[in-house]
């Protein structure tokens, strides 16, 4: 049975950067990252496979955020710099297997419960 858990968000201002984690238990091949706000769907963050690969971005996030995970394949990060107030949402840890490098929510098999960011601006 796979568990995700996010920790690492908050309340910060618009140009300020944050690291969020995911703790990741049992296997998995893929893990990404959504984001939501309320009323809107789900939106792919970022990506990446364990094997390796180049990950993938949403372009709204391209070069600002980073995705990397440790050698252990327990947990999963996401360096977020340059934050803008359009960051604000719950963010997801989510995770696959045998997707690939998917931005497709549906994909996901596992889900975290979110954790918030906001951004003032």
């Known amino acids: 049975q796979v568990q995700l858990v996010e920790s690492g968000g908050g309340f910060v201002q618009a140009g300020a950067s944050l690291r969020l984690s995911c703790v990741v238990s049992?296997?998995?091949?893929?893990v990404g990252w959504f984001r939501q706000t309320p009323g809107e769907e789900r939106e792919f963050v970022a990506a990446m496979t364990w094997i390796g690969g180049r990950p993938l971005y949403a372009d709204s996030v391209k070069g600002r955020f980073t995705i990397s995970g440790n050698s252990l394949r327990n947990t999963v990060f996401l360096q977020m710099i340059s934050l803008k107030p359009e960051d604000t949402a719950l963010y997801y840890c989510?995770?696959?297997?045998?997707?690939?490098?998917?931005?497709?929510?549906?994909?996901?098999?596992?889900w975290g419960p979110g954790t918030q960011v906001t951004v003032a601006s």
């Open positions: 989510a995770a696959g297997l045998g997707i690939g490098s998917s931005k497709r929510s549906p994909d996901y098999n596992y």
């Open positions: 049992g296997r998995t091949e893929t």
